[in-house]
């Protein structure tokens, strides 16, 4: 799986191999024009909902990230790895991107899926981000999916009640297990992370002795950049001897 189309399923009109070979030439001369235009004629149209669509209280992206596990990752290499699906703003589209998605029971090897409010990239350092965190649960393989669904219809249907707090949710397929989080703004607000925690045992079902750790952004971040050093200094030397 290189790019975002390899996590939605294969379309029944068999077209989209011709369509991209087509459009290859098309997409580098649009690029280019694109970057020659004045910056006010190239914002993203916005996402609304359609006529007798039902609207999301707020807009959300799907995106998709896969990697090689084993090798540090710096926010650069993350940012350039992780790809857009789409946004949506009504719950007839949330539906066609999702029935067309592979379910994450399905991926294979490192891969994630992150469903985000709109404007928030699912990074740490991201302004919505920076001063949050996440509650995490590491599931045995043949759960991912039904948690997943579980979890994205909850958090869509706003019934976390804390507000704005809600950043969104990742899904991370790995070989010995599944691993889902939600995100959320302000780590320092036990009230919040207290009321999250609680709704997401309820709407995932989970038993009593499950085990749900929340963990900082700014953990996380210190975590990978001593990971990335320790495997320096290992590097050197090992090239000194």
Not at 41 to 59: D, F, M
Not at 87 to 115: C, I, K, N
């Amino acid at each position: 799986m290189n790019n975002k189309f390899d996590a939605l399923k294969d379309d029944d009109s068999g077209d989209h191999d011709q369509n991209e070979e087509n459009n290859t030439q098309k997409d580098g001369e649009k690029e280019k024009n694109d970057r020659e235009k004045p910056q006010s004629s190239t914002k993203r149209k916005a996402v609304v909902p359609g006529p007798a669509e039902h609207p999301l209280q707020y807009n959300y992206t799907f995106w998709y990230s896969r990697r090689t596990p084993g090798r540090p990752t710096s926010s650069q290499s993350y940012e350039q790895n992780i790809k857009q699906i789409g946004t949506f703003a009504s719950v007839e589209q949330f539906w066609r991107f999702y029935s067309h998605m592979v379910r994450p029971g399905d991926l294979t090897g490192h891969s994630d899926f992150h469903l985000f409010k709109e404007g928030i990239k699912p990074m740490w350092e991201d302004d919505a981000n920076k001063n949050g965190g996440k509650w995490i649960i590491r599931l045995r393989k043949g759960l991912a999916s039904r948690c997943w669904e579980n979890l994205i219809l909850a958090m869509l249907g706003e019934q976390f009640m804390v507000g704005e707090e809600i950043c969104g949710a990742v899904v991370s397929v790995r070989f010995q297990e599944d691993i889902i989080s939600i995100w959320n703004k302000t780590a320092s607000d036990q009230a919040t992370t207290a009321r999250i925690r609680d709704t997401l045992r309820r709407v995932l079902n989970l038993p009593p002795n499950t085990i749900m750790e929340y963990k900082t952004h700014t953990d996380s971040i210190k975590y990978v950049w001593w990971e990335l050093y320790h495997n320096l200094v290992s590097s050197c030397a090992a090239g000194s001897v």
